[in-house]
């Protein structure tokens, strides 16, 4: 079965922290795009959370700034799989 994703992803395997709604927390970000990102976290996220993160992809470029929205959730080896839509991907602090 092949994907039919619209953006290509890479894959980052880091930490990165994320802000829900003012809550701070640690996530794990499998991969990105510059449509959104695939994260995993501790304790599952409800549908339509508002998330902002900061991070760097490229050893040469300054960190991206994107927020977005949980679109999906599911356990996974005691985890939380969730996927992020983003609605703001910037390179300067979003307020």
């Known amino acids: 079965m092949d994907e039919k994703r619209r953006f290509d992803r890479w894959g980052l395997?880091?930490?990165a922290?994320?802000?829900?709604?003012?809550?701070?927390?640690e996530a794990q970000v499998i991969d990105v795009s510059i449509g959104?990102?695939?994260i995993i976290t501790d304790t599952p996220l409800d549908r339509e959370r508002?998330?902002?993160s900061e991070f760097?992809?490229?050893p040469n470029v300054g960190p991206f700034f994107v927020k977005g929205r949980i679109i999906w959730t599911i356990a996974k080896e005691g985890a939380?799989?969730?996927g992020?839509?983003?609605d703001?991907?910037?390179?300067?602090?979003?307020?």
């Open 13 to 15: 395997g880091r930490s």
């Open 17 to 25: 922290y994320i802000d829900l709604e003012g809550e701070k927390s």
């Open 36 to 38: 959104g990102m695939r």
């Open 50 to 52: 508002v998330v902002s």
């Open 56 to 58: 760097k992809i490229l």
């Open 80 to 82: 939380f799989e969730s």
């Open 84 to 86: 992020v839509v983003f």
């Open 88 to 95: 703001k991907v910037s390179t300067v602090p979003l307020g």
